[in-house]
Every structure is written in structure tokens, then in C-alpha cells.
């Protein structure tokens, strides 16, 4: 409404968003502007003569186009001069009179091989001459002379003595004619292009640029809003458009007129809807039985306006052909704010499901004039730092940096997918605001690690299952930090990359095909964003955060086999794994005792968890009560291993973390048996020998034992232990199992373990 306002009426005209409701600045009041487009409006010439139902061709509807030519209204003289050109070229077949058909036919036959096709050839050209015998002898002139229309005219002709005849030769015509069309349309398809562009007039080119552009080698590009070069499957958009045209300026009541076009544009109520078709642009209203309050009904009412000035504005985001690289030679076709399409985002979506592509329509608030809306969309980019948005998920990432052109309050995302069948429509699928997000850079280190997964999944002749799922779950969780960048939407993230990094770690690399190196690449910065204020997040990063010591290899290497002595690389074979137990306290169990084991192997000096990060003694109470979410533990746990722990952030982290966020009372037992499990000297003196007795008993359930064996090896590394009784009612491999996290507050341990030197 605002293109055309500003171009046949008031240029200074303006529109803007308000709410959901778009709103035009104009001179003209409401009766003036029904005015102005049921009377005076012209519209834009819509022609796509290169489209198989275009009206161009036998057998396509022309009803619409029909009524136009006839029409003597000055509204349609410039859409009259253009189909009256188009039906003069020489490349529109005229398929009128059998000869047409035979000619046609004969042309194909001279130029294809043998083979079924060629067969299917010949078949229909023997058919054709060979009518029943009686026509032959009836007809008043030559077989190939009487035209098409005139044999159908006479297989419905129930007068006719030989409508019997006349319909089953009907048929092998008609079936003819859809070859002919098909060949022609095939051959003439790539010629019509170009010389529309050539031969048609300025008030054309509009359509022309907004539908399709030719590429350097010539190969056309189309505009997803547009469909496939204007039209959707069998429905033609231009034919589609001339059919609603005639319907409201030709055969349709003047105030029945303005009544439709009131509903349109201020959404008033209006009885009388006409039947008719939409298409992409109102999929709830596409069409098919029960989906709507006439459930009987295949095809819903509709209202021409809609569809009118939904074609007469998809002109305004014209596509140009652009290089994509200043030094790269080829070329592209781009449209404003339109990208490859990604299944993120709505209910239905499933990863690796076909779109067309997807278009992200801007919402603006302050009034903006046409030249001002046509400029905007003209240069409508979105990147994300020096990178160009080329998915709807960089998309929304590039929303949240303010990667696009100022001005513009949010973005409306419409996928174009296929549903009903083969049929495409516009899913409206989420609206995302435009401000600035710091917080949305961390994704930019992500980018490196989904390109390797795409290589590694593309490389599957049938992606699994389960890795398909944990994309999707990745690229779901993405587009929702981009819409909410809250700590709960970044930890449902990192938990979804945790799955697929599990997934591929438990996965045989001996066979084909296999990630070449382990994924990594994130920073600290990422728990800092995950900090929920739970203490699962600081469990979890602190677990991930355990390092190389003495020879034993970070946490990694025993859950997902990464070699000890490089963390960019697999080990040989399942290496020094150790993530195996039917709980995740047995699995903590399994990888404190294997790293235990091998620091004894290894001689190393001291206990094997040293870590860039540390939680308070409290925050561990949780997991040995149980007073926590395992599941989100372990799958942040996964996660979180792909830190790059040299990268910055861990300091802030550490200064965060200062204070528990857990109130759970300190276990004597747990503070004994931590003392031996903390890799530094205790009282500033002395490292505590390695106890692996400690490990066994506690497998076996034997706690007491466990703590007495403790206070020996405090007794023989000269240290004094409080004279108190450490049996207590605890889960024995729980409790070794938090044995393996890391905390800072040694000194609270020594003073609620052993007796103050000054009173010794």
C-alpha cells in the first residue's frame, strides 16, 4: 500500500509499525484512499511469460488476461500494451490447429535418440493422425487444419452424433497438447528470460527485478517470495494476480468493491468473500478439508485485496546478483534479508528438513517514506563481524550484534517450507528484537566447531539418529539464545553440545567415517554465561577444568579418550577412558580411581586434580547429598570439556565463586577423607602420600575403614588429627565419587580435620 500510495498518489506518504499494525501517514482519508485504489489504482503489469500456466499458453486459464484485453478501463492500458507484446514474439508457441501439434512434435522426434522417450513420440504422432475412421469421413476440411478448441467444443457437444468419437480422439490430443507445452516451455524457458528483460518496458521491470535476476554464466536466480520464477507449483502468481484483478475492477459490484478492500486495509468485517486461491502467502488458509469453521469445504473463501497487495509488495525487496568476494570471480544471487533456510525455531521444525529459504522482514517504528523503506531494503545486509549471514540461525545472531542496517526494531522470520504435499508455504516463525547483545559474540567460537561437525555428519551416508537429534538440539538452542541470551537458555546449550561431543566420544573411531581431532575451542567466558546461580554450573566447570599432573592427562582423556599428552589429538585406542558405571557417582568413582592409579603408575608427586577452577567445600555438600541435578551436572560436564582453558575468563570466575551458594553442613568423613585428595602441600608443609587403599574400601562400602586408614597416613605424615568419631551414614561411592571435585578452601578442611599446631 505504501509503494503504491507513494508512486501513482501522495509521494509524501509514510508508514511505520505500531504494535502489529502497520500505519500509513497520508494526506488522503479513508474514504479517499478506498477511493484512490478501488477507482484509480494501476496496476503493476505481472506478467511470467516463461511459466507453464501463465495464460500464455493452450490450455492455460485466461480468463483474467481475457478480461484485461477486453477491458477498455485506462487503469489496465499499460498491462494491456505488455500481454499484447508478449503474444506477438515469435518464441510464445501457438499451439491452435493440429498441424501445431504435429509440427511441434516432429521437431522434438528429429533431435532425441532411440529409446522409450523417442517411442512415446512417435506414439503420440500416430494417434493424432489416425482418428476413428468416422471422422475421417466427416470432417469438411483437412485433419490438420481444424483447430483445438473446435475439437473439444465437439467431445462435449451431447447434440453430436459422434461425440464418442470426437472425445476419444479428445483425449489423445489433449494429452498431445500437455507434451507440446512441455517441450516448448522447456526450450523456450531460458530465451524468454533474457528477452523480457530486453524487450519489455520500464513499468515491467520492477516485476522483473524483484522475480528473478540472470547470473554471469545466465542461469537464473529466483526470489523465494516470489516462488520458483512467480509461481508455486501449478499456480502461476501473474495468471493468479490477473484473475484477482478481473474479479475486483471488472466483474465485481463497486461497493462490494470497497467493502473487500476496507476489510483488507482496516480489517473490518465483510460477509462477501469470493472464492479463490492465495497460496504461500496465508497457509492457514491454503486450502484443504478440515481447516476450517466449513469443514466440508476444500477451498476457503478469500478475499482478492490480500493477495493484491501482497504481489504488488513483495516488488519492493528486488534481488541483485552480487559477489560475495571482491576477488572472487563468482557471483550470486541475493535478496534483502534472505538466507538458507534453518529447521530451527518452530514446533515442526526436524533437522535437515527442505526449505526453499527464509526471509526476515523488518519491523520499523518511526515513520519512513517509500524512498526511505526502498533504500532500506536495498541495502539490507546482516553479518556478523567481518562474516556475512548466510543461514537463518547467523541470521539471529547477527540481530543480536546489531549486524544490520540502523533503524529497524525487530525482525518477523517467515520459512518457506514444504507442507500439504509438494506445496510451499510461508511459515511465520518467530520474531527476534534488534539490540545490542554482547553476550551473543561467545557464539562466533562455536562457528569452528559446528563446521567440523557438519563435515564429520556429511561424511555419513545415513547420519545416525541420535547424532541428527543432537544437532538439531545444538542449532534449537542457538536460535533460542539469540532471542533470550539468559543464563538458563546458554546452559541448555552448552548441555545439548555436552550430548553430541558424548555421543562422539562413545562412537568406535575405528571405523569410517570419524572426527579427525577433538572439538575444542571455547572459552571460560562461556560457564561465566551459564551461571544460573545453581551450583550444578560450578560443579561442572570445575570437573571440566582438571588439568594435566605428573604424566595423567585432563578429565578428558578419561571420558572421552583424548590423548593425555595432547589435547588436540584421540588416543590410540580407548587410552586411558574410564567413564563407565551405571550412575554418575560411579562414574566419577571409575575416573578418580583410574587417574589415582595412574599417577601411582606414573610417580607422580601429587594427586591428580589440579584445577583451573575450584568450588567451595559446601557447593561439593550438594552432590554428596544428592541435592542437585546429576543429569545437568554430567551434560555440562561434557560440555564444558571443550574449553580452552588458556583462553581468558577463569580469573572472574574465580572471583565470583568466592562465596558457596549451598547451605549444607560440612561431612567430617568427607573433609578427612578430601584432605588426602587435595594435590597440594597440607599446612604449607608437606604433600600427603597417596592412600589407593582408600579407593577399594569405599568401593566395597567400607567407609569406617576408609577413614581410619586416613587418619594413619595423617599420624605417619606428622600431622595431628582431631580425636573424633568419622562414621557417618553416607552413600560410600557417592562419596568417593566427590572426592574427585575440586575445591579452594583447603584450609577449612585442615581446621575441621586436624588440631591446631599451637595446642599440639
Request: hydrophobic share 35%; glycine share 8%.
Amino acid at each position: 500500500m505504501l509503494r503504491l500510495l507513494s508512486e501513482q498518489k501522495d509521494q509524501a506518504a509514510k508508514g511505520c509499525w505500531q504494535g502489529d499494525t502497520f500505519v500509513i501517514s497520508t494526506s488522503l482519508s479513508n474514504d479517499e484512499l478506498q477511493t484512490f485504489f478501488c477507482e484509480e489504482y494501476a496496476p503493476t503489469p505481472i506478467v511470467a511469460p516463461w511459466n507453464g500456466g501463465s495464460g500464455f499458453y493452450l490450455g492455460d486459464a485466461t480468463s483474467g488476461m481475457d478480461s484485461i484485453l477486453e477491458s477498455d478501463l485506462s487503469r489496465f492500458s499499460g498491462y494491456r500494451d505488455i500481454i499484447s507484446e508478449i503474444k506477438s514474439w515469435p518464441e510464445i508457441p501457438s499451439l491452435y490447429i493440429i498441424d501445431d501439434l504435429l509440427s511441434t512434435l516432429n521437431m522434438t522426434l528429429s533431435n532425441m535418440p532411440a529409446g522409450k522417450k523417442r517411442q512415446g513420440i512417435e506414439q503420440y504422432i500416430h494417434d493424432i493422425d489416425n482418428p476413428p475412421s468416422a471422422l475421417k469421413t466427416t470432417l469438411s476440411k483437412g485433419l490438420k487444419e481444424i483447430t483445438l478448441s473446435e475439437i473439444e467444443e465437439r467431445s462435449r457437444d451431447r447434440n453430436d452424433s459422434l461425440q464418442n468419437d470426437w472425445q476419444t480422439w479428445w483425449k489423445v490430443i489433449k494429452k498431445a497438447r500437455t507434451k507440446c507445452n512441455e517441450i516448448t516451455r522447456g526450450e523456450n524457458k531460458k530465451s524468454l528470460l533474457p528477452l523480457c528483460r530486453a524487450r519489455l518496458s520500464d513499468s515491467c521491470l520492477k516485476w522483473l527485478d524483484a522475480v528473478y535476476a540472470l547470473q554471469q554464466d545466465g542461469k537464473p536466480s529466483y526470489n523465494p517470495l516470489l516462488g520458483t520464477g512467480g509461481n508455486e507449483g501449478r499456480l502461476d502468481l501473474s495468471n493468479n494476480f490477473m484473475q484477482r484483478l478481473a474479479t475486483l475492477f471488472i466483474s465485481c459490484d463497486p461497493e462490494k468493491n470497497r467493502r473487500l478492500f476496507s476489510s483488507s486495509a482496516f480489517n473490518t468485517i465483510v460477509p462477501d468473500l469470493i472464492d479463490g486461491k492465495i497460496g504461500q502467502y496465508d497457509p492457514g488458509r491454503a486450502g484443504g478439508y478440515n481447516q476450517g469453521m466449513e469443514i466440508e469445504t476444500k477451498d476457503f473463501k478469500i478475499n482478492p485485496w490480500d493477495f493484491i497487495l501482497a504481489v504488488e509488495g513483495a516488488l519492493v525487496p528486488a534481488g541483485a546478483v552480487v559477489r560475495r568476494n571482491p576477488t572472487d570471480e563468482r557471483s550470486d544471487y541475493t535478496t534483502p534479508f534472505t538466507v538458507r533456510f534453518s529447521s530451527v525455531g518452530f514446533s515442526s521444525s526436524a533437522y535437515m528438513e527442505t526449505g526453499r529459504r527464509e526471509t526476515w522482514l523488518p519491523v520499523w517504528r518511526n515513520p519512513a517514506s517509500y524512498k526511505e523503506v526502498k533504500y532500506l531494503f536495498g541495502e539490507g545486509r546482516t553479518s556478523i563481524g567481518r562474516k556475512v549471514a548466510h543461514t537463518g540461525i547467523e541470521f539471529s545472531r547477527a540481530v543480536g550484534t546489531l549486524g544490520v542496517d540502523r533503524g529497524i526494531e525487530s525482525f518477523e522470520r517467515y520459512a518457506f517450507l514444504v507442507r500439504r504435499g509438494q506445496s510451499y508455504v510461508a511459515l511465520p516463525a518467530g520474531r527476534i528484537k534488534v539490540r545490542y547483545r554482547p553476550e551473543l559474540e561467545l557464539l562466533n567460537e562455536l562457528d569452528n566447531i559446528t563446521s567440523q561437525v557438519g563435515m564429520f555428519l556429511r561424511d555419513f551416508k545415513n547420519i545416525p539418529a541420535t547424532f541428527l537429534s543432537a544437532r538439531q538440539n545444538i542449532d534449537e538452542a542457538i536460535f533460542t539464545c539469540c532471542q533470550k541470551p539468559e543464563p538458563c537458555n546458554f546452559c541448555n546449550l552448552v548441555r545439548a553440545i555436552g550430548n553430541l561431543e558424548k555421543h562422539i566420544a562413545m562412537r568406535d573411531r575405528s571405523k569410517e567415517p570419524s572426527l579427525r581431532r577433538p572439538l575444542i575451542g571455547l572459552s571460560p567466558r562461556w560457564i561465566g554465561q551459564c551461571d544460573d546461580g545453581g551450583v550444578e554450573v560450578r560443579i561442572a566447570a570445575a570437573l571440566a577444568s582438571i588439568r594435566s599432573t605428573g604424566g595423567v592427562g585432563t578429565i578428558r582423556s578419561n571420558m572421552a579418550g583424548v590423548s593425555a599428552t595432547n589435547p588436540y589429538a584421540w588416543s590410540a585406542g580407548k587410552g586411558d577412558s574410564s567413564w563407565y558405571g551405571n550412575s554418575l557417582s560411579e562414574r566419577f568413582s571409575g575416573v578418580l580411581a583410574r587417574r589415582l592409579m595412574d599417577a601411582e603408575r606414573r610417580s607422580a608427586q601429587c594427586v591428580p586434580i589440579e584445577a583451573s577452577l575450584s568450588v567451595s567445600s559446601r557447593d561439593a555438600m550438594a552432590f554428596l547429598y544428592g541435592e542437585c541435578d546429576e543429569t545437568k551436572i554430567e551434560e555440562l560436564l561434557w560440555g564444558f570439556t571443550l574449553v580452552d582453558w588458556r583462553k581468558t575468563g577463569a580469573k572472574t570466575l574465580r572471583g565470583r565463586w568466592g562465596k558457596p551458594v549451598s547451605d549444607h553442613p560440612l561431612s567430617r568423613a568427607w573433609c578427612l577423607l578430601k584432605l588426602l585428595h587435595i594435590p597440594f602441600k597440607i599446612r604449607d608443609k608437606t604433600i600427603i602420600k597417596r592412600e589407593p587403599r582408600i579407593v577399594h574400601l569405599l568401593l566395597a562400602g567400607r567407609i569406617r575403614d576408609a577413614c581410619a586408614v586416613a587418619i594413619q597416613r595423617l599420624h605417619v605424615s606428622e600431622l595431628n588429627p582431631l580425636n573424633v568419631v568419622y562414621e557417618e551414614r553416607i552413600d560410600s561411592i557417592r562419596l568417593l565419587a566427590s572426592l574427585l571435585i575440586p575445591v579452594w578452601d583447603q584450609r577449612n578442611l585442615e581446621s575441621l580435620v586436624l588440631k591446631n599446631p599451637q595446642n599440639d
